[in-house]
């Protein structure tokens, strides 16, 4: 099957300081990939859906201004974290389609963010 | 999007066939349904979709109620590797750019 990178896997920063996560689709073009983020014993909580080439939609709740996310290829979004604080540390998670109505999702082995 | 019910936790023994539950009454006719899984520390993998028939793939069969409005995973034979959290998931994949909204789901403990 495709397969969904994520760089990095884990990251400690102090607060105050911006994080980038790079989620990367190594085997196909994806035109639509999604960030996710998971606290603990949580389900997974829809952020933003990025398209190439266009601004992110975010959802309800989540600050454009604070979460970054730039799709500039067809293999490559970016999750920047901006001020990070100890309340963003989560478990960071991007997902990708294959095709646009492909009914299945790839997902990225996830990003864990730690701010101290 | 529409709403799924999953019970919170089930257990199983190992090589026992497992049968996960899904209500999904307020279904839409162009809703498909998928299943996804969850192994502690990483990211959900797909396990399988249907639309209105059962479906079989190497990992696991769907069988969909005849009104669509209920459905279960099963697991033909657990193994310890199959312990998870397996969410069930509906989604128009007839609209292309639609996330999965995950809930949930069923956190599935297999025991040798």
């Known amino acids: 099957g495709a397969v969904v990178s994520q760089h990095p896997s884990r990251v400690i920063c102090k607060s105050g300081t911006s994080v980038k996560i790079e989620c990367r689709s190594l085997?196909?073009?994806?035109?639509?990939m999604f960030w996710y983020r998971q606290f603990p014993k949580q389900s997974l909580m829809l952020m933003a859906t990025?398209?190439?080439?266009?601004?992110?939609?975010?959802e309800q709740g989540v600050e454009k201004d604070k979460f970054l996310i730039n799709h500039a290829s067809l293999t490559l979004s970016t999750l920047t974290v901006t001020s990070a604080h100890p309340e963003d540390s989560s478990f960071y998670i991007c997902?990708?389609?294959?095709?646009?109505?492909?009914?299945?999702?790839?997902f990225g082995p996830g990003t864990r963010l730690t701010v101290l | 999007d529409a709403k799924t019910t999953q019970p919170n936790s089930m257990e199983s023994n190992e090589e026992e066939p497992v049968h996960l539950p899904c209500n999904h009454s307020?279904?839409?006719?162009?809703?498909?349904i998928h299943w996804y899984r969850q192994l502690p520390s990483q990211g959900p993998e797909y396990v399988i979709h249907?639309?209105?028939s059962n479906v079989n793939n190497r990992m696991a069969s769907l069988a969909i109620a005849e009104d669509r409005k209920s459905s279960t995973l099963i697991l033909h034979r657990a193994t310890l590797r199959d312990a998870a959290v397996y969410y069930c998931?509906?989604?128009?994949?007839?609209?292309?750019?639609?996330?999965?909204?995950f809930g949930k789901g069923t956190t599935l403990s297999v025991s040798s």
């Open positions: 085997d196909f073009q994806a035109t639509t």
């Open positions: 997902s990708a389609e294959v095709t646009p109505r492909s009914p299945e999702q790839f």
């Open positions: 998931i509906l989604r128009d994949d007839f609209q292309a750019g639609t996330a999965l909204i």
């Open positions: 990025s398209n190439e080439g266009s601004k992110a939609t975010y």
């Open positions: 307020t279904i839409s006719g162009t809703d498909y």
């Open positions: 249907g639309l209105t």
